[in-house]
C-alpha cells in the first residue's frame, strides 16, 4: 500500500509524463505537418519539372530569321483572312504579337493584345486556362472592340487548346464574332479544347525527331 506521500508523487509524476508526453505530441504533429509541407511541395516542384521534361518544345524563331519563310508565312494568313469581313485581330502574347500585327495592317483590321496578367494599364477582363506545365490567364482591354465585330485570334502554336479558348471566350464575352484561330504551328492534340471553333494551322510537326 502506497503512503500519501507516494501517491502524491505518483500523481504528480503522471500528470508531468503526459504533460511532457502531450508536449511531444504538439511538437510531433508540428513537424509531421511541416513535412508533410514541404514534402508536397518538393514534390510538386520535381513534378512540375518531370512534366514539363517530357514536353518537346516547338520554336518559331528560325523561321523569323529567314525573310521569304517569314514573308510567306505572313501572306498566306493575308491572303486567307482579306476578304472576310475581318476588323478584329487579336493576338496572344507573347508570340501572337510576331504575326498578328502585321496580318492586321494588311487585311485592314485592328490589332487588340490579348496579354499576360497585370500587364495592361487600362481596365480589362480576364479568362484563366490550363497549359501542359500549369496555368495562366489572358487579360483583354475592356472597350477594345465592340459588339457584332468579327475577329480572327492568332498564335505562333497550339498544344492543348487551353490558350485558345481562354482568347475565344474573352472575345465572346465582349460581344465578337470569332470567325476562326490561326496558328503557324498545331500539335496533334490541339484541336481537342476549341469547343468546335475553326482552326487554321500551317504546320503540324512530328513529335519525334532524329537530330
Ligand atoms: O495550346 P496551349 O496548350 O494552350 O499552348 C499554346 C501556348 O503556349 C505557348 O505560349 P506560352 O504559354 O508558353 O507563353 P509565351 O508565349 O509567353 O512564352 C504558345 O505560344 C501558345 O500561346
Ligand atoms: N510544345 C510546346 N512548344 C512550344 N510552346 C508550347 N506551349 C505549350 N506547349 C508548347
Same mark, same amino acid.
Given at each position: ?11 504528480? *509524476? ?37 512534366? !514539363?521534361?517530357?514536353?518537346?518544345f516547338q520554336d518559331i524563331t528560325t523561321l523569323l530569321l529567314d525573310h521569304k519563310a517569314f ?12 476578304? #472576310? ?12 504579337f510576331v504575326f498578328g500585327p502585321s496580318i492586321a495592317l494588311a487585311i485592314g483590321a485592328k ?6 496578367? =497585370? ?18 490567364? +489572358?487579360? #483583354? ?10 475577329? +480572327?485570334?492568332?498564335?505562333? *502554336? ?7 479558348? !481562354? ?6 464575352? #465582349? ?11 498545331g500539335l496533334p492534340e490541339g484541336q481537342r479544347r476549341l469547343d468546335g471553333k475553326p482552326l ?9 525527331? =532524329?537530330?
Amino acid at each position: 500500500m502506497d503512503s500519501e506521500e507516494t501517491r502524491g508523487y505518483r500523481a504528480f *509524476l503522471k500528470q508531468s509524463v503526459w504533460c511532457l508526453t502531450s508536449q511531444y505530441q504538439v511538437s510531433f504533429s508540428f513537424f509531421f505537418l511541416f513535412f508533410c509541407f514541404v514534402f508536397s511541395s518538393w514534390s510538386f516542384f520535381f513534378f512540375q519539372i518531370w512534366w !514539363a521534361a517530357g514536353i518537346m518544345f516547338q520554336d518559331i524563331t528560325t523561321l523569323l530569321l529567314d525573310h521569304k519563310a517569314f514573308k510567306d508565312t505572313v501572306d498566306i494568313f493575308v491572303d486567307r483572312y482579306r476578304d #472576310m469581313g475581318i476588323s478584329v485581330v487579336a493576338g496572344i502574347e507573347a508570340r501572337g504579337f510576331v504575326f498578328g500585327p502585321s496580318i492586321a495592317l494588311a487585311i485592314g483590321a485592328k490589332f487588340v493584345p490579348l496579354r499576360k496578367p =497585370n500587364k495592361l494599364p487600362g481596365e480589362v477582363i480576364s479568362e484563366a486556362y490550363v497549359l501542359e506545365y500549369g496555368t495562366d490567364r +489572358l487579360e #483583354m482591354h475592356v472597350g477594345a472592340i465592340e459588339p457584332g465585330e468579327r475577329a +480572327l485570334v492568332i498564335d505562333d *502554336l497550339v498544344a492543348t487548346g487551353g490558350t485558345l479558348s !481562354a482568347a475565344v471566350r474573352l472575345l465572346e464575352r #465582349m460581344g465578337a464574332e470569332v470567325v476562326e484561330c490561326a496558328c503557324v504551328v498545331g500539335l496533334p492534340e490541339g484541336q481537342r479544347r476549341l469547343d468546335g471553333k475553326p482552326l487554321y494551322i500551317l504546320v503540324e510537326p512530328r513529335l519525334s525527331v =532524329n537530330y
